[in-house]
């Protein structure tokens, strides 16, 4: 048998093709789909995912930052590349050489563009971050038609979309959103107004994609629902996604540890009674965030252990219950479904006080992915 480390992610790629069909299908027909695989595709790899995605039906690809661009150009993707923000200028000439689409949110930055572009005598095309309400990047909402009408006659760009990004998109009924969307769309108005086109408009994310069809316009930009996760307790009911990651380990160590003795750093669990203890081979460094400790189950035989004492940074141990036969080997999911049994990320991520994309990420760290 070849070495494999007894830690690993799997990564089920049709579950990715299933959601991408899924959800574009709730989409009108003609609207484009954008397929988020920034931070390497949340922790699953964003090469097979963008692959996958793109087989599905995606038409363009969303990263966030120019390293994540240039690496998939490299491996050979050529579908649209669109970075979901502002790189710095020094960027220009690589945004160019790799058929970047820029985000523009500053004068400086859409200058730089141009000029780049009128050297070679092409226009770079570019989108236009409008914010509404966010706070974080982008053209005030009020700003954005003349922002847009300074750069519609400067050589070298060209205003291929024009986009926003809601706060409050995973909650249903929020007035925030509306006010955001309303100030979207007048801003969209007094663009057109002044006779710009605004290109390609997009707003939604996961979950204004899947709970706000009024906010689709012309594209959908869907990073967490791609890889079977949802953005929000609103969501369950309004759509079946199908999750693509499990985080599987075999035990390296079965023992029995007397009453009174402790387990792992601090000796913050002991044990009441003589109990078997089974240590796996991952730990916070694979992404098991160490606030977890004493605070999750692990999966064995299909039958829900309890992890006990500190979360190390290379490996954990669980509590064997009674009447449970573990060997050495044997398989434990930290994520993912056993028999009947399931655990999803969205669990894990409520006991560590976070998010299922925080948790995504920090598991693509360390470990290597397995494709099926
Ligand atoms: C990350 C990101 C998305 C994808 O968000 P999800 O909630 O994962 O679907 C969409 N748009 C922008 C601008 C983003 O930065």
Redesign the pocket.
Known sequence: MPYERWARVEIDLDAVRRNVRTLKGRTKPGTLFMA?V?ADGYGHGALPVARAALAAGADRL?VATVEEGIALREAGVTAPLQL?SEPPASAVDLLIEHDLVPTVTTRAFAGALGRAGAALGVEIPYHLKVDTGMNRIGVPAAEAHEFAAAFDSFPGLRLEGTFT?FATADVLGDWDFETQLDRFTSALARMRDEGIGPGIVHAS???AMILHPEAHFDMV?????IYGLH?SRDTYGEVDLAPAMSVVARVTLVKKVGMGEGVSYGLTWRAVAPTTIATLPLGYGDGVHRVLSNNMEVLIGGVRCAQVGRVCMDQLMVEVPRGVTVHEGDEALLVGTQGTESVLLDELAERAGTIN?ELACAFGMRMLRAYR
């Open positions: 988020v920034k969303g979901m990004h994310n996961s979950p930009r869907c990073g967490i629902a953005p994309y």
